[in-house]
């Protein structure tokens, strides 16, 4: 389908969508006058009422049609005096493409690549276009995987399709944004319903009177009802547009692999998905550690970082490269499944072009170190960039790891002060166990319905696993607390907990691993004869107690 065609298909979707409560509108209005013309006046007098009812949502909804001005998401704007190879790069291939090349180029924290156009006249004239261009996946790809990821966003503005999605985004925007309305109203008319009996079975009680079943399936109902009328354009909608999309998909791939190559279109394909698992392990293991303790690595490591971690974990992640994706096919889906894409391109004839651009793609940038530092002044909030900056990676771990221990909270410490209705500590954890209590102490945590019925050794082994978890952290935190833990820092293993000898031992310049120590000790705590003596002979401070007891206290 040629991009006229596209267009004036876009175009008729969303007029229908403005159309649609109009045209509903209109039916209410001939509606109510066959009943003016027809029906009794008492009956026309109530259904009147009910045209009103559903009238108000459908004039809600077209007062939603104005679509808010999207924000640009953040990022750092490179001029071509900033980034003169990358700017060339992407002018060449916009050349070669036959397209004009962007007139911005922002660099972001995200691992994808995309183009925009402020085009005219609801996509039917050009207007100045960007590329969102991910510093992610310079650090990850090489220059001629890079290549074919520009070619590939160039090739959209090559086929008019960044044009185009001024009218196809819009439309996709103010349905979403109307049924979510519809939703919302629906829910607070529910959940006002839901107070006023509420407060109605609370008098009834106060007075000795029967309460009845609060039911507000009736509550929202108009506001539902068009809900449901706009979701079922909405799924046309977005099957009609997402099919253009997805063969928009293929179509720049063919562009990638003519402009930078058959092999790396195809190994850039299949790094993306590596590259994003990667970014998304890094953000949740290493980027955010510090939030806690209000810290942050030096400058140019919040995303520097990302790079060490991708050269560390070379031989784990090539692995991954080989698992495509095989996400299920859906028709709501705008692009399509990566695997097959792969495979579309990988069936192309051979053009003998693997020796290109095995450079890092992150050599494309002037100053990398300056870059990334550059980037996070553009995409931190202005809180976070207030946070303390630590000399290294390793000082994080330990700031980080010692906040949050001094902040634990585990279910096991809200179980013991409900228990004791004392203060939770390790010692009174440690007495109550000696006491004979630590099961009765354990039905006091969270439990699942099928191990709250449980009794004996069954219950024991449900709760087991919590128990176990929670008394290794509140260990820590005692180890923490007298100086007695270290935290070793590793790209390649994550964080690791030594903990030190205690002042007069033995000399250790490494101390011992946590898990070497404490693992058997808590095995023993929470046995179902728990024995307290090896732990208390670990913890910093605790002498061991000689009458520590043996006990089975499930009964």
Do not use: C
């Amino acid at each position: 389908m040629g991009a006229t065609l596209r267009a004036l298909r876009a175009l008729l979707l969303l007029a229908g969508f403005h159309l649609l409560g109009v045209l509903l509108l209109a039916a209410l209005a001939g509606l109510d006058y066959l009943l003016y013309l027809h029906a009794p006046s008492g009956v026309a007098a109530k259904l009147y009422l009910v045209s009103v009812l559903l009238a108000i949502p459908l004039v809600r909804g077209l007062f939603m049609l104005r679509t808010p001005k999207a924000q640009e998401a953040p990022g750092l704007a490179v001029t071509e005096a900033d980034e003169p190879a990358l700017w060339r790069t992407v002018r060449e291939l916009a050349d070669r493409i036959g397209t004009r090349a962007p007139t911005r180029i922002v660099l972001t924290a995200e691992v994808n690549a995309a183009v925009t156009e402020d085009a005219r006249l609801l996509g039917l004239l050009p207007g100045p276009r960007r590329l969102h261009l991910g510093v992610p996946l310079l650090q990850g790809l090489t220059e001629a995987q890079l290549r074919s990821v520009l070619a590939h966003e160039l090739g959209h503005y090559s086929h008019a399709d960044t044009r185009l999605a001024a009218l196809t985004v819009r439309g996709r925007a103010q349905i979403l944004r109307t049924i979510g309305h519809f939703e919302e109203r629906a829910g607070k008319s529910a959940a006002r319903e839901r107070a006023r009996q509420e407060k109605k079975n609370a008098r009834a009680a106060a007075k000795g009177k029967k309460t009845g079943e609060v039911d507000t399936r009736h509550a929202g109902l108009t506001y539902r009802a068009m809900a449901r009328l706009y979701t079922a354009y909405a799924r046309l909608y977005l099957r009609v547009t997402l099919a253009g999309a997805r063969r928009q998909e293929y179509a720049a791939d063919a562009a990638a692999a003519r402009i930078a190559g058959r092999d790396a279109t195809a190994s850039a394909l299949r790094e993306i998905p590596v590259l994003d698992a990667a970014f998304a392990f890094y953000t949740h293991h290493y980027l955010t550690l510090g939030e806690d303790a209000a810290l942050l690595p030096p400058r140019g490591e919040v995303f520097g970082g990302f790079g060490r971690l991708l050269s560390a974990r070379r031989l784990e992640l090539a692995g991954l490269r080989t698992e495509l994706p095989a996400e299920p096919v859906s028709p709501y889906d705008s692009h399509p499944p990566i695997a097959d894409r792969v495979h579309r391109v990988e069936a192309l004839p051979a053009d003998h072009r693997t020796d290109e651009g095995r450079g890092a793609a992150l050599g494309l940038l002037s100053d990398p170190g300056r870059t990334l530092a550059a980037l996070e002044d553009a995409v931190l909030p202005d809180d976070v960039r207030q946070w303390r900056r630590t000399a290294g990676w390793p000082e994080l771990l330990d700031g980080s790891m010692t906040a949050q221990l001094a902040a634990l909270n585990t279910p096991l410490h809200r179980a013991l002060a409900l228990y004791t209705k004392a203060r939770p500590t390790l010692p009174a954890l440690l007495a109550l166990i000696d006491e004979g209590r630590l099961w009765q102490l354990a039905r006091r945590l969270p439990l699942s319905d099928e191990a709250a019925a449980a009794k004996g050794r069954a219950f024991r082994e449900f709760v087991r696993p919590a128990l176990a978890e929670s008394l290794h952290r509140m260990a820590l935190a005692e180890f923490s607390a007298h100086a007695r833990l270290r935290w070793k820092f590793s790209w390649e293993r994550g964080a690791t907990a030594l903990v030190l000898p205690a002042p007069g031992g033995p000399a250790s310049a490494t101390g011992t691993a946590v898990s070497d120590l404490l693992a058997p000790a808590v095995a023993a705590a929470v046995a179902d004869h728990p024995v307290t003596a090896p732990l208390r002979a670990l913890l910093p401070s605790a002498p061991t107690d000689p009458a520590n007891r043996e006990t089975d206290s499930s009964r």
